[in-house]
């Protein structure tokens, strides 16, 4: 089934330990994104990758990296996780967003106290 | 500023009704637009796209019509059932199409 995988679903950790949300896809797209959701807000684009290697930010990057080693992983990573990090997050893929529209996976719901 | 707002915030219909999302955005250089469905602690699926020259897309009893030269999409929904409790998206894809707006949402509540 083609999917994007995320681990974890629900997350709750403390302010400064570091931490790593996993992104996998299995349909061998090019573009993966990350978006944080907060209430009233919408999907906002922390980062994406057009491709392996090639990462951008994208509208609200500060306090988190990714990296794209392999095509299907896409990792979220959180150095210093403070509590305005709380929030719900999802990874997306896709061959070209604009004309295919994104396949999301179900999020990951993360507590920072 | 590319923006996409989407009315009503919330609504609540009785299952069997119809209803309609509105969408307006200010998205330059225009490419498509979608509307996605997103279920409470899910991700969001796509429902219909439509380009330019599409005005009119059904998906089932999702119709979804654009006219973009007011630059406002609809979502109707006909014959709601319980299942359409959601949180419906309109997304905005410019500059060629790698750059998606998201609107906020409307949260649909559909009661028995």
Redesign the interface.
């Known amino acids: 089934e083609a999917q994007?995988t995320q681990n974890p679903r629900y997350l709750i950790t403390v302010t400064g330990k570091k931490l790593t949300v996993t992104c996998s896809q299995n349909m061998n797209h090019e573009?993966m994104s990350w978006?944080r959701q907060d209430p009233?807000?919408?999907?906002?684009?922390i980062y994406y990758s057009?491709n392996v290697e090639v990462t951008d930010k994208g509208d609200v990057p500060e306090g988190y990296k990714v990296s794209r080693k392999e095509k299907r992983n896409f990792p979220l990573i959180l150095e210093s996780p403070s509590p305005n990090q709380t929030s719900l997050y999802?990874c997306?893929s896709s061959h070209?967003?604009?004309?295919y529209?994104?396949t999301?996976?179900?999020?990951t719901r993360l507590t920072v106290v | 500023k590319n923006q996409v707002e989407q009315s009503p915030q919330s609504l609540i219909i009785l299952e069997g009704k119809n209803c309609t999302l509105q969408c307006n955005y200010t998205v330059s250089p225009f490419s498509n637009l979608r509307w996605y469905k997103q279920d409470t602690g899910r991700g969001p699926v796509s429902l219909t796209i439509m380009t330019f020259s599409e005005n009119t897309k059904s998906n089932g009893r999702y119709t979804a019509t654009l006219d973009a030269d007011t630059k406002q999409s609809s979502l109707h929904i006909t014959a709601s059932q319980l299942s359409d409790s959601a949180s419906y998206i309109c997304v905005v894809s410019a500059e060629y199409g790698n750059k998606l707006v998201f609107g906020a949402g409307t949260i649909l509540r559909v009661k028995s």
């Open positions: 994007v573009y978006y009233g807000l919408g999907l906002r684009q057009m999802f997306a070209i967003p604009g004309r529209g994104y999301f996976g179900s999020g």
